[in-house]
């Protein structure tokens, strides 16, 4: 829709790197307030983030690289542009999670705690992120008549009328974001806020992978996105019920 937002004196803003910082902004602001509520060290939890936030967007962007290799292969400048949308979550957990080990260990944080604080960060910076997308162009929904369908264009700039994909996942996550409010302070044990967040990103994204335009099927009616879901909802619940009933 609007790639790029403004252009003044040779200095180009883009929408998707814009929305990306602003939710990292805002996310790291959501979680420090959730810290102070829960009477933890806001000054360790802000370094914290700040920290694995580098291989948060390593990660994510790494991860979506890897899935679109066919493209990148041939223009390898593309890589790290700042213009281009492109970023998977689950790329950005992984690196998230192996940096968080010696972070944590070195800041003396609770790992439980600091992932019930990390969740809402990170349900706050997805919905910013997918309004970027949206405007941006990439993870445009398939092409279809009728509700809920909207006139958008995808990354190359055709406008059709297709699913709003990046709307209805900005969507999942607000639902998320607010079971998560909801429910802080009422399960059992530091970290099952963000083993239930997971769990229901997983679900959520495993079944708006279908709205999605361009797919790359590695098995059946299955992307890597799918597996890689299936996959985390079930380590997810694994703990979770292990931890709850023991």
Known sequence: MHPLILEWRGIKIFSYPMMLYLGLVFG???????ANINHLDTYRIFVASLILTIPALIGARLLY???NWNIYKKARGRIWARSEGGAILYGGL????LGSVPTLFFLQIPPGEFWDITTISILVAMIFTKIGCLLNGCCAGQVMEGFPAAYLPNHAGNWQMRLPSQ???AGWDALLLTGAILTWNRLPFSGALFLMALA???LGRFLLEYTREEQDYVHGRLTINHIVSVVIICVSLSILIFNWTS
């Open 28 to 34: 790291i602001v959501a979680g420090n307030f959730a």
């Open 65 to 67: 690289v890897i899935l």
């Open 94 to 97: 992984i690196f998230t999670l």
């Open 167 to 169: 709307i209805l996942e």
């Open 200 to 202: 229901g990103y997983g």
